[in-house]
Antibody, heavy 119, light 107 residues
Framework: EVQLVESGGGLVQPGGSLRLSCAAS????????MTWVRQAPGTGLEWVSA????????YYADSVKGRFIISRDNSKNTLFLQMDSLRAEDTAVYYC????????????WGQGSLVTVSS | AIRMTQSPSSFSASTGDRVTITCRAS??????LAWYQQKPGKAPKLLIY???SLQSGVPSRFSGSGSGTDFTLTISYLQSEDFATYHC?????????FGGGTKVEIK
């Protein structure tokens, strides 16, 4: 059974940093691209970032480019999102998801991790 | 970035109704379109990929159509568990983008 479990969310002050982790199980992690999607309270989904299976190719939304870094450790089946220079508008539930092999949509999602940026 | 526009943003329907949700892309995306269902407090669930391919395990009352810029998600016979928010997403090019969502409420 595919499982994705996020951790690392919490309350952080504006300008601060946070690192999200996503532990994957139930599939060959290195064979799949992975992605982060966020959802601010009461709003729709916003794609944040993606990384290929090997970790060498990354993509970012303009809203986080230069502040967030996606990475992965295939030896530990774990995906990361390093978030720096956080802003109030980064407040959201962050989901990690597996990228579907039939296209760059997401077929399995974690339960989400809440990040709150506030003083 | 490609902008995705869903309509309506919300509506009410009754069990047994046939409902259609539309999604329009600001430029052609071929068939690189996915639909997700999301219930309150839960992660999204992939329903449709490739504009019209049903994800494994998804009931056949869900169907998708369209190509280029205009797409639809149809639920042929609305059931109680279908009351949720539906999101479209283009994956034709990065940055990937979602529509604003359509909330289907009980009439």
């Amino acid at each position: 059974e595919v499982q994705l479990v996020e951790s690392g969310g919490g309350l952080v002050q504006p300008g601060g940093s946070l690192r999200l982790s996503c532990a994957a199980s139930g599939f060959i992690f290195s064979n799949y691209a992975m992605t982060w999607v966020r959802q601010a309270p009461g709003t729709g989904l916003e794609w944040v970032s993606a990384v290929n299976g090997g970790g060498a190719t990354t993509y970012y939304a303009d809203s986080v480019k230069g502040r967030f870094i996606i990475s992965r450790d295939n030896s530990k089946n774990t995906l990361f999102l390093q978030m720096d220079s956080l802003r109030a508008e980064d407040t959201a539930v962050y989901y990690c998801a597996r990228v579907f092999r039939g296209g760059d949509c997401a077929d399995y999602w974690g339960q989400g991790s809440l990040v709150t940026v506030s003083s | 970035a490609i902008r995705m526009t869903q309509s309506p943003s919300s509506f009410s329907a009754s069990t047994g109704d046939r409902v259609t949700i539309t999604c329009r892309a600001s430029q052609g995306i071929s068939n690189y379109l996915a639909w997700y269902q999301q219930k309150p407090g839960k992660a999204p669930k992939l329903l449709i990929y490739g504009a019209s391919s049903l994800q494994s395990g998804v009931p056949s009352r869900f169907s998708g159509s369209g190509s280029g810029t205009d797409f639809t998600l149809t639920i042929s016979y609305l059931q109680s568990e279908d009351f949720a928010t539906y999101h479209c997403q283009q994956y034709y090019s990065y940055p990937l983008t979602f529509g604003g969502g359509t909330k289907v409420e009980i009439k």
